[in-house]
């Protein structure tokens, strides 16, 4: 059973870096194929992609945010950490990760979810 | 890599049938089979309905189906039922191992 978990501060002021994990259970970051995505959501809005690691440390950004985004893994805890510099209000949102299989193209697990809020 | 475009409402009546587009452009849509759907309900996390364009999860009503022709892609919900009510969201790969949403479809069951 696939699950994830994702972790953070709910408040983060102006300018500052958001650090968020994500803890996952039911598979390995390891198998190759597999990957570990971030999807954000501001209220009443749609989803936006972030960033995705693979299994063999290849990482992929969004274009617009990839100057503000770093994923990074450690395998060994089961984890996928997502750092966001320079927060601005609108950067308040819900932030998901999610699971890339390796034998269907798609996220196909997801986790529930954490708000964040940006605000001084 | 700008959104992928939806309508942002569809209505339909229980037993009905109704189509979700998604429009795209040659960089995305038109060049992948890639195209994956998530239903969200209120509150709650996106759930994969539609992947690879028309390859349905285990677990999925055969009520949903997808499909693709040119840089547009299509969710269909046959047999429409109240817990359908939900909002809808294309994704598509971008190449480069990206990947870009649509605004989403706020489907309402009359």
């Known amino acids: 059973q696939i699950t994830l978990k994702e972790s953070g501060p709910t408040l983060v002021k102006p300018t500052q870096t958001l650090t968020l994990t994500c803890t996952f259970s039911?598979?390995?970051?390891?198998?190759?194929?597999?990957?570990v995505g971030w999807i954000r959501q501001p209220p009443g809005k749609a989803l936006e992609w972030l960033a995705l690691i693979y299994w063999n440390d290849d990482k992929r950004y969004s274009p617009s945010l990839k100057s503000r985004l770093t994923i990074t893994k450690d395998t060994s805890k089961n984890q996928v950490v997502l750092t966001m510099t320079n927060m601005d209000p609108v950067d308040t949102a819900t932030y998901y990760c999610a699971h890339r299989s390796g034998q269907l193209v798609a996220f196909d697990y997801w986790g529930q979810g954490t708000l964040v809020t940006v605000s001084s | 890599q700008s959104a992928l475009t939806q309508p942002a409402s569809v209505s339909g009546s229980p037993g009905q049938s109704i189509t979700i587009t998604c429009t795209g452009t040659s960089s995305d849509v038109g060049s992948y089979n890639l195209v994956s759907w998530y239903q969200q309900h209120p509150g709650k996390a996106p759930k994969l309905m539609i992947y690879?364009?028309?390859k349905r999860p285990s677990g999925v009503s055969n009520r949903f189906s997808g499909s693709k022709s040119g840089n547009t892609a299509s969710l269909t919900i046959s047999g429409l039922q109240a817990e359908d009510e939900a909002d809808y969201y294309c994704c598509s790969y971008a190449g480069s191992s990206t990947w870009v949403f649509g605004g989403g479809t706020k489907l309402t069951v009359l």
């Open positions: 690879e364009v028309s």
């Open positions: 039911g598979f390995s970051l390891s198998t190759s194929g597999v990957g």
